[in-house]
Nanobody
Framework: QVQLVESGGGLVQPGGSLRLSCAAS????????MGWYRQAPGKKRELVAT???????NYAYSVKGRFTISRDNMKNTVYLQMNSLKPEDTAVYYC?????????WGQGTQVTVSS
């Protein structure tokens, strides 16, 4: 069973930066697409960014140019660098690992952007 552990959330002022981390329990990047999702109260969960096993990235329009997804294969860790944060980025952020027949989720980490 794959386990995902997220960290790095917190409180930040508008315009600030945070880096989220998602540590996997085993080497999975060769077969899984990794992604970050977020959900705010009263809102549907939405995709933020993904990176495939081949290294191809994709971003939601709302975060393009501000967020960057990356991975460290040696550490079995995927990152989300968030810059120029806005109040509307406030949400619980979840890490996801997806293959053809299986998917796994992290526990979520709270990101709050407020002055």
């Amino acid at each position: 069973q794959v386990q995902l552990v997220e960290s790095g959330g917190g409180l930040v002022q508008p315009g600030g930066s945070l880096r989220l981390s998602c540590a996997a329990s085993e080497n999975i990047f060769s077969v899984y697409t990794m992604g970050w999702y977020r959900q705010a109260p009263g809102k549907k969960r939405e995709l933020v960014a993904t990176i495939t096993s081949g290294g191809v990235t994709n971003y939601a329009y709302s975060v393009k140019g501000r967020f960057t997804i990356s991975r460290d294969n040696m550490k079995n860790t995927v990152y989300l660098q968030m810059n120029s944060l806005k109040p509307e980025d406030t949400a619980v952020y979840y890490c996801n690992a997806a293959a053809m027949l299986r998917s796994y989720w992290g526990q979520g980490t709270q990101v709050t952007v407020s002055s």
